[in-house]
């Protein structure tokens, strides 16, 4: 079946550092989404993504569509300790049957 | 606008028993999702329902079940519970016409 890949699988940075995280498939996608959730809560949507090479920001978040429609990537820039969470990459194609696919998620740890 | 709601929050239940999880989509929602997300592992797609229907189903086995009511709320029930379906069960929803799923909190289900 379909998979994601997403890397890193956890990160531990500097706050004021910028992140950057990103999802590989190794079939086509017509729609890339990006997660974050926190401890025990359901994941909360960041950004939606759509089209080809599309480039979207959501304050401090800014994520892409890969050109390739194969992958994507998200980037935090000046990262605070309230960005703390688990990220999910999470992609869904005609092959995926209406569901969405999610990657394993890159855990991200802030030191204040 | 109020968002996806799940109940119970918590519940504990032994093996070998039947277990119910209700969820009500946000207000304008047709399709409602089931994953099942276990402890620091990702989110696992269970079952999608829309206009009442089941439309697809993910890798578990047939004591995992529900249903969507007229008014596209849903349950999950687990029969025959076992210690590995414990875990986080996360209902969402999505209109029609968009690919963005919106999650509630999640209903935690303990099996002892």
């Known amino acids: 079946g379909q998979q994601l890949n997403q890397s890193p699988q956890s990160m531990f940075i500097q706050e004021g550092e910028d992140v950057s995280m990103n999802c590989t498939s190794s079939?086509?996608?017509?729609?890339w989404l990006w997660y974050k959730q926190d401890p025990g809560e359901g994941p909360v949507l960041l950004i939606a993504?759509?089209?080809?090479?599309e480039l979207t920001s959501n304050g401090r978040l800014t994520a892409q569509f890969g050109i390739t429609r194969k992958d994507s990537f998200l980037n935090i820039s000046a990262s605070i300790p309230s960005d703390v969470g688990i990220y999910f990459c999470?992609?869904?194609?005609?092959?995926?049957?209406?569901?969405?696919?999610f990657g394993k998620g890159t855990k991200l740890s802030v030191k204040p | 606008e109020a968002g996806v709601t799940q109940s119970p929050t918590h519940l504990i239940k032994t093996r070998g028993q039947q277990a119910t999880l209700r969820c009500s989509p946000i207000?304008?929602?047709?399709?409602v999702y089931w994953y099942q997300q276990a402890l620091g592992l990702g989110l696992q797609f269970l079952l999608w329902y829309d206009e009442g229907e089941e439309r697809n189903r993910g890798n578990f086995p047939p004591r995992f079940s529900g249903r969507q009511f007229p008014n596209y709320s849903s349950e999950l029930n687990v029969n025959a519970l076992e210690l590995e379906d414990s875990a986080l069960y996360l209902c969402?929803?999505?209109?029609?016409?968009?690919?963005?799923?919106?999650f509630g909190e999640g209903s935690r289900l303990t099996v002892l």
């Open positions: 079939s086509i996608f017509n729609t």
């Open positions: 969402a929803s999505k209109r029609w016409n968009t690919g963005e799923l919106f």
């Open positions: 993504l759509y089209k080809a090479g």
């Open positions: 999470a992609g869904s194609s005609r092959g995926s049957q209406g569901n969405l696919i």
């Open positions: 207000s304008g929602h047709t399709s």
